[in-house]
Structure formats: C-alpha cells, structure tokens
C-alpha cells in the first residue's frame, strides 16, 4: 500500500512537498512515479523515477518546477513541487511498478497505487 502525504491549500508561486511511503512493503526494486487528476479528465504523468539506474522522467508541463526523488533508507519517494499555478490543483497520485526496468508515462503500467491528495492553487 502506498500512501501520500503533504497536499493542501496554497497560493500561486508556493511550493510544495508531497511524500509517498510504502505500507507493508519496501520500494526496493519498484519504478515509482507521481500522477494527478482532476474531475473529468485522464489520470496525467507528473513525475518518474526508474528504479535500476535512477533515470528520472518530468512531464513539459512540470520542467523546471517539478523533480522526484527517493530515499532508499526511508522508503520515501518525494515530490517537490514550486511556482505552482492553479492548473496544478488535482489530486496527486503516487504510483508503483515491480516492472524496474521502465518508467511510462501511462498509468495503467502500474500496479500500486497510493489513495491521492488534493493540492488546490487558487486563481
């Protein structure tokens, strides 16, 4: 089980720091990524980290603002977040895959997903 933390409420060009553990299981050997989605749309990619060489993926919409890191000792995946603009506000997801080897940018490549948190940015 994955579960996020650290969303809420913040104005434009904060930033923010989302956190991902891992609940009765280790990240170890898993590709971990961050999606988001809003009422009415896909879930979108936001982030990604392969696990066997530490590739990192970050979606156009999230160059230079976005990154994604991990912590091997905590078990923790992180997404930090800065400059957010209210096209940012969703619920973000932090997901898992056994399949270490790739990071996709789809969500059904992965089979573990955390429960969300809502970050809203108000207009």
């Known amino acids: 089980q994955l579960i996020e933390s650290g969303g809420g409420l913040v104005q434009a060009g904060d930033s923010l720091t989302l956190n991902c553990a891992a609940s009765?299981?280790?990240?170890?050997?898993?590709?971990m990524s961050w999606f988001r989605q809003v009422p009415g749309k896909e879930r979108e990619f936001v982030a990604g980290m392969r696990w066997t060489d530490g590739f990192t993926d970050v979606a156009d919409f999230a160059q230079g603002r976005f990154s994604i890191s991990r912590d091997n000792v905590k078990d923790t995946v992180t997404l930090q977040m800065t400059s957010l603009i209210p096209e940012d506000s969703a619920v973000y997801y932090c997901a898992a895959t056994s399949n270490a080897f790739t990071l996709s940018e789809g969500a059904r490549a992965y089979e573990y997903w955390g429960q969300g948190t809502q970050v809203t940015v108000p207009s």
């Open positions: 009765g299981r280790t990240f170890s050997r898993l590709t």
